[in-house]
């Protein structure tokens, strides 16, 4: 018991750790709330409640991410145009990920200003082509994950027929087994994550404004979870 709570105490004395227990609270919230408002005839005063709990903690990360540009540039100047030595459509992709990741943050600021009326403009494109963004940098990191799976097959396959010749090379069957779990989580989490990114688009865009609440908070709170695990497994899982 008291290590569960001093590794919770552990996340969240961390931004990000901190950040996936509010964007997890703020999915299931809207979940739970979705639920009991679709079950209610006449509306569920508590369903009402969780869902403008979970809009205030949504507001909450918006407000949080207007300092995230300077971490998003650090990290996209570090991986630069990737290792010599990756695969190029792996770097290629990355590279094209990144630069949406960053495009994605100011876009969102100027929506959050607009609404904020901190400046004189209409917020509903930035909040378009933020999300717009966002959808595009989920495709491009479910088609990495795609990537690296097909990649880390056939190394697998390559490491296979040298120990049936003779290598001293042994693949390790756990590490392997982590490795294709994480890419297969992050291609789940994505795409949870992208389907909401189509239902928040504008009405008429495949099934953009379609998604009851419930079915939004269910989609998060899949995405949530998986981005607390992997944090929790020492794997990667960044979600807006």
Request: charged letters at 15%; aromatic letters at 10%; hydrophobic letters at 40%.
């Amino acid at each position: 018991m008291a290590s569960s709570v001093n590794g919770l105490v552990n996340i969240l004395e961390s931004y990000r750790g901190r950040d996936k227990v509010v964007r997890t609270l703020c999915y299931g919230s809207q979940l739970a709330g979705g639920v009991l408002c679709q079950k209610a005839s006449g509306g569920s005063e508590l369903g009402k409640s969780l869902l403008v709990f979970s809009a205030q903690l949504s507001q909450c990360r918006t407000v949080l991410r207007l300092f995230d540009d300077l971490s998003m540039y650090a990290y996209s100047r570090d991986y630069g145009l990737g290792a010599k030595d990756e695969d190029s459509a792996l770097r290629c992709m990355s590279v094209l990920n990144n630069l949406a990741d960053q495009l994605y943050y100011p876009c969102e600021h100027l929506a959050w200003a607009a609404d904020a009326k901190v400046i004189s403009t209409q917020s509903g494109k930035w909040w378009t082509l933020s999300t717009a963004l966002w959808g595009i940098s989920l495709l491009l990191g479910i088609m990495r994950s795609l990537r690296a799976i097909v990649l880390f097959k056939r190394k697998l396959k390559q490491r296979e027929r040298g120990r049936c010749v003779g290598s001293s090379e042994a693949p390790n069957g756990m590490e392997n087994w982590q490795q294709l779990c994480s890419e297969v989580f992050s291609i789940l989490s994505s795409m949870a994550d992208f389907a909401n990114a189509v239902n928040w688009m504008p009405p008429g865009f495949l099934w953009a404004g379609k998604f009851p609440d419930w079915l939004v908070g269910l989609l998060g709170t899949t995405s949530s979870l998986i981005g607390l695990y992997q944090m929790c497994a020492g794997g990667s899982g960044s979600s807006v």
